[in-house]
């Protein structure tokens, strides 16, 4: 069961949390400083927000799971002011994209460094039986080969459902940049995707 609930994604993420939402009481709960439903908390929604993670900064198995960490950590100090506005899971999500996009941010300013093979380590996707499906993991190899920032704006738009007008105010970008990356992204993919067929 419990695994379920990491696969699982509600529907209608931006619906305002009500008894319907799962994490309510533990949210509630773990903003109140109740260390044992944060873990509830983290057990439930990892599995979703290290995905989102590995895809944004390009699936490094390490860097990927330090960050997911981090992004964890950054929850429990900011639960205190969670104002229940929206689901829990939309809030966390919405932390663990910003925190891979903080991770992007500051590889503009470092020297580029090859991850290699590295980058496949930890990819793969399951299907509904938890079986790595072939296709999965060639499409979450290629998005991991994309350019970082032609990346960022795939998966932030074509995955999460972004506009490019938010895509270009997070990644300080014209919206005619995020289009053109996004275009870029989706040509490189399916070349290399083909590549592969």
Excluded: C
């Excluded at 290699?116 to 296709?135: C, I, K, P, Q, R």
């Excluded at 940049?177 to 490189?188: D, E, F, I, P, T």
């Amino acid at each position: 069961m419990l695994t379920l609930a990491v696969t699982t994604w509600p529907a209608d993420t931006d619906a305002p949390q009500g008894a319907d939402d799962p994490d309510n009481a533990l949210a509630r709960l773990a903003s109140a400083g109740d260390m044992s439903a944060f873990e509830a908390l983290y057990r439930r929604h990892t599995g979703r927000v290290h995905g989102v993670i590995a895809r944004l900064v390009g699936g490094a198995s390490a860097r990927a799971e330090d960050l997911t960490q981090e992004a964890f950590v950054r929850a429990w100090q900011a639960l205190p002011g969670y104002r229940f506005e929206s689901r829990f899971s939309t809030w966390l999500h919405k932390l663990a994209v910003n925190t891979a996009l903080m991770e992007l941010r500051s590889r503009r300013s470092r020297p580029q460094q090859d991850d290699g093979e590295d980058v496949f380590d930890a990819l793969g996707s399951a299907d509904s039986a938890g079986h790595a499906t072939a296709l999965g993991l060639d499409l979450e190899r290629a998005v991991a080969t994309l350019p970082p920032r032609a990346r960022a704006v795939l998966v932030l738009h074509d995955v999460e459902g972004w506009k490019h007008e938010e895509i270009a105010n997070e990644l300080g970008m014209a919206v005619g940049s995020s289009k053109a990356q996004l275009h870029r992204a989706r040509g490189l993919l399916r070349a290399r995707l083909e590549a592969h067929a």
